[in-house]
């Protein structure tokens, strides 16, 4: 397995790590336990070190799982969680449940994530949404206190804008980000990946493969049921699913030069644009684990590069990646 470290950092993980929350949350009924237990090994077996969950995610179910199958292989392993949202109400959706990175809240939240995933220490623990109540220094500073106590390793947020990523370097240094970053999600190239390049941070890519649109098997006549996220965005509307399908053709043209499939061409493409970034592709499935993993095979040259961005310029993706109401969490 090939490793990456995350910017300045001492933290090493796999070039690709794996994005558990589908597991237990967002994409339809928690998945059966024993399966994502073997598919979490599977993983493990195949050089995977880089974990990814929050205590949101479930709530809290996805932390526990993760927790209990990897527990054998803990200390080989980097476990990232997150923290920020108030869990106590009723509702736990994020964007439905209240933010809170107060920093009383975030020493009652690691001390929860602590026992689930059944460790002393947390690899990598990141602001969820940044809190637009509570002081970024406030929270770096928590954080910092987290680490001074050996409950955390590294800081890390999520979905921060630049100014935000600077506040909370200048208290605490942040080891990484998490953004959504793909091929049919570029923002971050304009201002967020020179900053991180510029303060030695690495980049975690989510949803590297677009939820899932970027794998190919989503067409314009897919639906999705209510209790898929996916039917709540503006992206995975038809008219949206259609126009969108000039990606798929992009990729699929790659793929046919490079004997890959679409998935494999997305992540490779994301792994050639900094040697500091590490994706995080969720899956439930033996299959798509060992396809997703099949792309730190495929060598995309300089050319090929040049090739896909071109093509990618004259596409224009369609339709918001969230409804409005997540997407004023971002950026921040």
């Not at 195949?46 to 200390?75: I, M, Q, S």
């Not at 001074?148 to 590294?154: D, P």
Request: glycine share 10%; charged share 25%.
């Amino acid at each position: 397995m090939q490793t990456r470290k995350l910017g300045n950092s001492d933290l090493e993980v796999s070039a690709l790590g794996l994005g558990c929350m589908g597991m237990s949350f967002s994409y339809g009924p928690p998945k059966d336990r024993a399966e994502m237990t073997a598919l979490l090994r599977a993983a493990v077996d195949r050089g995977v070190t880089f974990f990814d969950t929050a205590e949101v995610y479930g709530p809290f179910t996805n932390e526990d799982l993760v927790g209990e199958a990897l527990a054998p292989f803990r200390k080989q392993l980097v476990i990232a969680t997150k923290f920020g949202f108030d869990l106590s109400g009723p509702d736990h959706r994020p964007g439905a449940a209240p933010l809170n990175s107060r920093p009383d809240h975030i020493k009652r939240a690691v001390e929860g994530s602590l026992k689930r995933l059944r460790t002393d220490v947390i690899d990598l623990y990141y602001q969820h949404r940044v809190d637009p109540n509570v002081p970024m220094e406030d929270v770096a500073g928590a954080v910092r206190e987290l680490i001074a106590q050996g409950k955390v390793k590294h800081f890390g947020l999520s979905e921060a804008g630049v100014g935000t990523i600077r506040r909370a370097h200048a208290v605490q240094p942040v080891a990484a980000l998490q953004s959504e970053y793909s091929l049919w999600h570029r923002k971050p190239e304009a201002e967020v990946i020179p900053a991180l390049e510029e303060l030695g941070i690495g980049l975690v890519p989510y949803s590297p493969l677009g939820k899932g649109f970027l794998t190919g098997k989503i067409d314009a006549t897919a639906t999705f049921d209510s209790g898929d996220f996916r039917s709540t965005l503006p992206r995975f509307a038809p008219g949206a699913l259609k126009a969108n399908q000039a990606l798929i053709d992009l990729l699929s043209r790659m793929g046919q030069r490079k004997e890959a499939t679409p998935a494999q061409i997305a992540l490779a493409w994301l792994l050639a644009q900094k040697p500091w970034i590490a994706p995080i592709p969720g899956t439930t499935k033996l299959g798509r684990l060992d396809e997703n993993l099949g792309s730190l095979s495929v060598d995309l040259t300089p050319d090929d590069l040049r090739d896909i961005d071109a093509a990618a310029a004259n596409i224009t993706v369609q339709g918001a990646r969230y409804p409005e109401r997540l997407e004023q969490m971002t950026g921040r």
